[in-house]
């Protein structure tokens, strides 16, 4: 009798042991010698750490093709794939601004450097400043060269970066310290906006996010008056706390002075800010995972077993194309059920974003027709104008964030759906201004307006890229064709 109370005493206990243990365990790093500070080659901590250093080179191998439907990166099909083909008025929007000649789906790190070396000069025409969120030697090169390097010609800085390092994207010193490992950052960029939104300490899981934010997150180039790149990137976090950087802080403090303005938009001739990839902002504005503490590192670097030590899976990629592992060591659910649930998110915001997108690029043809009229002499009545151009900017900025941000959605699906419908809003009250305005110019405005997008997709920059028909994300609902014409 005794034994039977024993045995089950056991069994409960090891069972709630499970229970509470369901978090996975930390794994226990294998170390085989010491690595110096300030070292920034990732062989040599491969020394140390060898699986860690194996499992991270392979962010440089193509991932398997089909997985993905909105994030065909660099799959085995080795199709770069083109966003302004997939997203055809992007093409009419970012026209006069490099990221309008050649904008390309993201790949493994281990591409960072060369992908800006492969790309049109036009993208990297800024300079130095271009490798913040690429080489590891940013920090201390802005440290030590200040303006000399940001304001380098890109390639020139290139130059500055030791031989056997130039092609090296993010790097073990990024994410850690030499000593023990614990995580760090290694840009000023995030250390400013941290202290900008007034958080001075990281927990270790914090850092699981941050860590990846010091890249993931927007920035601009502040420029001079004349365009000129007048510092290091910074982020537009004014007037924003941990856990709260909204879309509504950033849009105001990019559209707050001369210097977030980055490049003219030819089609509206409007200088204008920009939205880069905004990971870190939309994830961290409490979405389902951030408030239930998941951190970036815990979706895309999941515990992995080599041999008989369990790692860190140090190849970042997309959760789809790693076959959801990383989400099975929370949830119950199956694969194919959480395979289903990233997709039918992903297809409502793919929706919004076609729609804000057309409706955005639909103003800027109108504003096109006004600044015609005003050529000829006519004069807009100033309140209105003003009111349109500030309903325009929010609704292009909302809709960048948006598709800027590289998950299509799943990181904040909730705060994704309500951004693009304020864009959608902002560009309807925008559109109502404009046509009442051209109006009153005698201008007759017919309900389908033409964008013409084919003459803004073809023959760009150096490589005269083209239009990529089968690259188009069609709206999976189907319902575009009630609102515009589309391609
Ligand atoms: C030093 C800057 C930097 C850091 C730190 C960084 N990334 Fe990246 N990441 C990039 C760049 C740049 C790219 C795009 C590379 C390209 O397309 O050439 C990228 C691409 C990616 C991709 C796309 C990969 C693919 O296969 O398509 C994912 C996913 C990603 N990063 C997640 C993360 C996560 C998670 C972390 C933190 C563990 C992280 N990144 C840390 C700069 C960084
Ligand atoms: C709850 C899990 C989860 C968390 C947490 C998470 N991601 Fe993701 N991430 C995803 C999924 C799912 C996708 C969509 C992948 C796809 O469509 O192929 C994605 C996509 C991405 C992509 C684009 C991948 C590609 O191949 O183009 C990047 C970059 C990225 N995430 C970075 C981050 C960063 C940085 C953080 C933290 C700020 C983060 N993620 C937090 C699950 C997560
Ligand atoms: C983009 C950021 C990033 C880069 C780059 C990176 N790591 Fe990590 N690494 C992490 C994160 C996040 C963890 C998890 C740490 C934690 O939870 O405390 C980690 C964990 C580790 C660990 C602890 C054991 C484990 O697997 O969890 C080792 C060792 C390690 N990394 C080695 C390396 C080496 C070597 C390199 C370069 C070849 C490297 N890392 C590059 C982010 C990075
Ligand atoms: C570290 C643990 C953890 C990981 C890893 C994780 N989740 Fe979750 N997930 C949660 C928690 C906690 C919730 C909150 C709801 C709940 O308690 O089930 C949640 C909620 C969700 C929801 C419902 C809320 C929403 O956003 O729609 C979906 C869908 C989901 N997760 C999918 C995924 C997918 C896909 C992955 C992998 C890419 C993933 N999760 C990875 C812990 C995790």
Redesign the pocket.
């Known amino acids: 009798m005794k034994v039977k109370i024993l045995i089950v005493l056991v069994v409960v206990s090891f069972l709630t042991c499970l229970l509470i243990n369901c978090a996975p365990e930390k794994p226990e790093p294998v170390r085989v010698g010491t690595i110096s500070a300030n070292e920034f080659t990732p062989e040599k901590w491969g020394k140390v750490y060898p699986f860690n250093y194996e499992s991270w080179l392979q962010t440089e191998q193509p ?1 398997p093709t089909g ?5 065909k ?1 660099w799959d085995t099909d080795k199709v770069i794939y083109d966003r302004l083909s997939e997203y055809p008025f992007s093409a009419l929007l970012y026209n006069g601004w490099g990221f309008g000649i050649e904008y390309n ?3 493994g790190h281990h591409y960072a450097i060369i992908d800006q070396i492969e790309i049109d000069p036009s993208r990297t025409s800024p300079g130095g400043v271009c490798l913040a969120c690429k080489t590891p030697y940013h920090k201390s090169f802005t440290e030590k060269y200040g303006m000399k390097y940001l304001t380098a010609k890109f390639q020139d800085a290139i130059d500055m970066i030791p031989q056997e390092n130039r092609k090296l994207g993010p790097a073990c010193i990024d994410c850690h310290q030499p000593e023990d490992m614990s995580l760090v950052t290694n840009k000023f960029h995030i250390e400013k906006g941290l202290k900008m939104i007034g958080k001075n300490q990281l927990s270790r899981q914090e850092l699981r ?1 941050i860590s ?2 010091q ?2 997150m927007t920035y601009y180039v502040p420029r001079d008056k004349t365009g000129k790149v007048a510092g290091d990137i910074r982020p537009p976090w004014e007037g924003s706390s941990w856990g709260n950087i909204s879309i509504e802080n950033i849009v105001k403090d990019l559209l707050s002075d001369f210097q977030r303005e980055e490049w003219t938009q030819k089609t509206t001739g409007f200088r204008m800010p920009y939205i880069r ?1 905004p ?2 902002e ?3 504005k409490s ?1 389902v ?2 408030n239930a503490g ?3 590192a ?3 670097m999941p515990y992995t077993r080599v041999g008989s030590y369990k790692i860190s899976d140090h190849d970042v ?5 790693a076959n ?1 592992k ?2 099975i060591q929370c949830h119950t659910e199956s694969a194919d059920w959480l395979e289903k649930q ?1 997709l039918t998110i ?1 297809d409502r915001i793919a929706s919004l974003i076609i729609r804000a997108g057309y409706a955005t690029a639909t103003d800027a043809i109108l504003f096109e027709m006004l600044h015609n009229e005003q050529k000829k002499g006519w004069k807009p009545p100033q309140t209105l104008y003003e009111k349109s151009k500030y309903l325009y900017k929010n609704a292009f900025l909302r809709l960048v964030f948006i598709s800027a941000e ?3 959605g ?2 904040n699906s909730s705060e994704s759906g309500r951004i693009l419908g304020d864009a959608i809003a902002f560009a309807g009250k925008a559109e109502s201004l404009l046509r009442q305005m051209l109006s009153q110019a005698g201008i007759q405005v017919s309900e389908k307006i033409n964008l013409n997008l084919l003459q803004y997709l073809n023959d760009r920059g150096q490589k005269k890229l083209k239009y990529k028909k089968d690259q188009q994300i069609k709206d999976p609902f189907n319902l575009q064709k009630n609102f515009s014409e589309t391609l």
């Open positions: 991932k997985k993905s439907q909105y994030r990166g789906e993201p790949r996010s990846c934010g890249c993931h990839h990971e870190f939309l994830f961290s979405s995972h951030w998941v951190g970036c815990d979706c895309h990629t997309s959760p789809l194309k959801l990383a989400c990233v992903q590289n998950s299509t799943f990181h």
